[in-house]
């Protein structure tokens, strides 16, 4: 069974740019959940998408959105790029929402210059 | 806002010998409490759940729940070099659970001395 794909795994920006980045959770998993992880601030939760709608948000401005398609392939997108947007972006997918047992991505590499 | 507090090391422990690792948590009405591994350069991987009060453990695993404290806790029996990676401790970001939003700690850095 394939895990979780994120693409691309690494990417360079510039400020002022924006950003797409691809999650394909684990087939039969429905529920993607996305993280951003800085040596700082360590691990935080960004958004949650369940039969492609958000169903939570975590604190980050609204430039940090994204989406869910119906084969539950999700997306997530920064605009306005800012050189603190430069982290590790993980996806993660669950099989049954609300365990907190996720399997992560390897993650997207995003670099702001 | 949630909290979740770990020391983050590094913690130095030889082969053989126990690691433990402590996490605790601000939200009392937290009930759900994961142990997360994370290698260096790879993603985090779920190694133990927990949800009653006391002890679970799973081979050479031990979490250890304390609501009342609001602490939890990670052993590792006969630690081997494999072991060597930072342990995130989480809890359901959301009250009444329902959702896969965690609240990560920042991570404990275990090195297992050989």
């Known amino acids: 069974k394939a895990g979780v794909t994120q693409t691309p795994r690494y990417l360079i920006k510039t400020r002022g740019q924006q950003v797409t980045l691809s999650c394909s959770p684990i087939?039969?998993?429905?529920?993607v959940s996305w993280y951003q992880q800085t040596p700082g601030q360590g691990l935080q939760f960004l958004f949650e998408?369940?039969?492609?709608?958000?169903?939570n948000k975590g604190n980050f401005p609204g430039r940090f959105s994204g989406r869910q398609f119906s084969n539950s392939r999700s997306e997530m997108n920064v605009s306005t790029l800012e050189l603190g947007d430069s982290a590790l972006y993980l996806c993660a997918s669950s099989s049954f929402r609300g365990t907190g047992e996720l399997f992560f991505g390897e993650g997207s590499r995003l670099t702001v210059l | 806002q949630k909290e979740v507090e770990q020391n983050s090391g590094p913690l130095s422990v030889p082969e053989g010998a126990i690691a433990s690792l402590n996490c605790t948590y601000s939200?009392?009405?937290?009930?759900?409490f994961f142990w997360y591994r994370q290698y260096s350069g790879k993603s985090p991987e779920l190694i133990m759940s927990i949800y009653s009060n006391g002890d679970k453990e799973d081979g050479r695993f031990t979490a250890q729940l304390n609501k009342a404290s609001q602490y939890v806790s990670l052993l590792i029996r006969d630690s081997q070099p494999s072991d060597s990676a930072t342990y995130l401790c989480a809890v359901p970001a959301f009250p009444g659970g329902g959702a896969d939003g965690l609240t990560f700690g920042k991570g404990t850095h275990l090195i297992i001395q050989p």
């Open positions: 939200d009392r009405g937290s009930q759900s």
């Open positions: 087939s039969g998993h429905r529920s």
């Open positions: 998408y369940f039969s492609e709608t958000q169903r």
